[in-house]
């Protein structure tokens, strides 16, 4: 019973093509986040929505956009990839802020050739 | 392409032993801890947690020990299984409420 769903699983694309990554949850949780994560390293928080309001962190690059049009689904938009783009990009929810445990879906794996 | 990721702490543990990882955190004020359980090419996946006015707590197969004073966490998996292989990960919320991870431990089942 998938909870956090991230489509596609696997993503290729060329330099410069943006792509969209999309998540979905059926768990009715407030918060979403997206995470980048490379190899041998731990996830690196990119942005949440905690319901409507968008939180950027200060190191995210411009680059990196998301949509959430409502509860249950969430974007992630690279306008403009680069090589070092390439990761693993991981949603999750959970109900309420940070201190709540997060849920994270299987990922989707990006290629950027 | 991707850029060389960093050499994670491994630990290889006989099948069927038990398995301790630890972990160091930073921040006296962080009050909830977490383990997270990564197998190659999925999300991390919740083990279990602890709130800071706890020293311990067990869940099925796993306890993880909470010692405030010197910072350290610690998880404990009983009778390892080849299932267990993963990279796990400790994370603690700080005033801020924003996960922070530590750095991984790969753990590697010998059969």
């Known amino acids: 019973d998938a909870m956090v769903i991230q489509n596609p699983r696997y993503q290729v694309t060329q330099f410069g093509k943006p792509v969209t990554l999309s998540c979905s949850q059926t768990l009715n949780h407030n918060v979403m986040y997206w995470y980048q994560q490379k190899s041998s390293q731990a996830p690196k928080l990119l942005f949440h929505y905690y319901d409507k309001d968008f939180n950027n962190e200060a190191d995210t690059p411009d680059n990196f956009q998301s949509r959430r049009p409502n509860t249950s689904f969430c974007f992630l938009d690279i306008r403009s990839p680069g090589l070092g783009d390439a990761a693993m990009y991981l949603c999750?929810?959970?109900?309420?802020?940070?201190?709540?445990?997060?849920?994270f879906g299987p990922g989707t794996r990006l290629t950027v050739l | 392409g991707e850029s060389v990721g960093l050499h994670l702490p491994t630990l290889s543990v006989q099948e069927g032993d038990n398995s301790i990882i630890n972990c160091a955190y930073s921040?006296?004020?962080?009050?909830?801890f977490i383990w997270y359980k990564q197998e190659s090419g999925k999300g991390p996946q919740f083990i279990i947690d602890i709130r800071s006015n706890m020293d311990k707590r067990q869940g099925q197969r796993v306890t993880v020990l909470l010692n405030k004073t010197v910072k350290h966490l610690s998880l404990q998996i009983a009778a390892t299984q080849p299932g267990d292989s993963a990279v796990y990960f400790c994370?603690?919320?700080?005033?801020?409420?924003?996960?922070?991870w530590g750095a991984g431990t790969k753990l590697i089942i010998k059969p």
């Open positions: 999750a929810t959970s109900s309420q802020t940070f201190g709540d445990t997060q849920y």
């Open positions: 921040n006296s004020a962080s009050d909830y």
């Open positions: 994370a603690e919320t700080d005033s801020n409420y924003q996960l922070i």
